[in-house]
């Protein structure tokens, strides 16, 4: 009967932990989606500011200036992209699946069952 509730108790704590730790996901998923939806126009904006630069001795200043916060920007949304996709964009469980799959085929090729 103890050990029964102590059981309980321990599958509502992983479920509360799984809770939490889901919550915190979606709301790095809405702090990612609203900066993207902030540095989609803000880049466009900016890189408009390049054609609307006059002719003059400041020019390759502000166009140097305007290209280096649009690189640096897109620099901090990469990082942004990983730190809320992680390795799940790169190296997903079904590419990890697939990847021990074919490995395991390859092996059945080359040493084949004696």
């Keep these: 009967?103890?050990?029964?509730?102590?059981?309980?108790?321990e599958l509502m704590d992983n479920r509360?932990?799984?809770?939490?730790?889901?919550?915190?996901?979606?709301a790095a998923l809405r702090r990612f989606y609203f900066h993207l939806?902030?540095?989609?126009?803000?880049?466009?904006g900016i890189a408009a500011?390049?054609?609307l630069i006059e002719e003059g001795p400041d020019k390759q200043f502000w166009v140097w200036l305007i290209l280096s916060t649009?690189?640096?920007?897109?620099v901090i949304m990469v990082i942004h992209v990983f730190s809320v996709y992680g390795n799940r964009l790169l190296f997903s469980k079904n590419w990890?699946?697939?990847k021990i799959s074919k490995y395991l085929k390859r092996e059945d090729q080359t040493n084949p069952k004696q």
């Design 1 to 9: 009967m103890i050990f029964n509730a102590i059981d309980n108790r």
């Design 16 to 26: 509360l932990t799984k809770y939490i730790d889901a919550k915190e996901r979606i």
């Design 37 to 44: 939806m902030v540095f989609i126009p803000g880049v466009l």
């Design 49 to 51: 500011l390049i054609f």
């Design 70 to 74: 649009i690189i640096t920007w897109i």
């Design 96 to 98: 990890e699946n697939r």
